[in-house]
Nanobody, 116 residues
Framework: QVQLVESGGGLVQAGGSLRLSCAASESIFSTDVMGWYRQVLGKQRELVATFTSDGSTDYANSVKGRFTISRDNAKNTMFLQMNSLKPEDTAIYYC??????????WGQGTHVTVSS
């Protein structure tokens, strides 16, 4: 059972930056598909950015050019650099790890609030 812990959320003004981290409780592998999602109260959880199964990256259109996903397998950690933040980026951000196409793990989420 992999445990994921997000951190780095907080309150920031529009135009500011935050860097989210997702730390795994055990080793992560290059074959693990990991990504960031976000959810606003009353809405469905949506994909923000992800590593695909071939190791490339994919982003929601709304964050392209502003957010960057990265990972450090040696440190069992994934990151989300968020720049030029907008009020509509306000949400709870979750990280997800999928392993062997069968196992899926989620973190508890970290709150991001962007004030206008």
């Amino acid at each position: 059972q992999v445990q994921l812990v997000e951190s780095g959320g907080g309150l920031v003004q529009a135009g500011g930056s935050l860097r989210l981290s997702c730390a795994a409780s055990e080793s992560i592998f290059s074959t693990d598909v990991m990504g960031w999602y976000r959810q606003v109260l009353g809405k469905q959880r949506e994909l923000v950015a992800t590593f695909t199964s071939d190791g490339s990256t994919d982003y929601a259109n709304s964050v392209k050019g502003r957010f960057t996903i990265s990972r450090d397998n040696a440190k069992n950690t994934m990151f989300l650099q968020m720049n030029s933040l907008k009020p509509e980026d306000t949400a709870i951000y979750y990280c997800k790890l999928r392993r062997d196409t069968r196992y899926e793990y989620w973190g508890q989420g970290t709150h991001v609030t962007v004030s206008s």
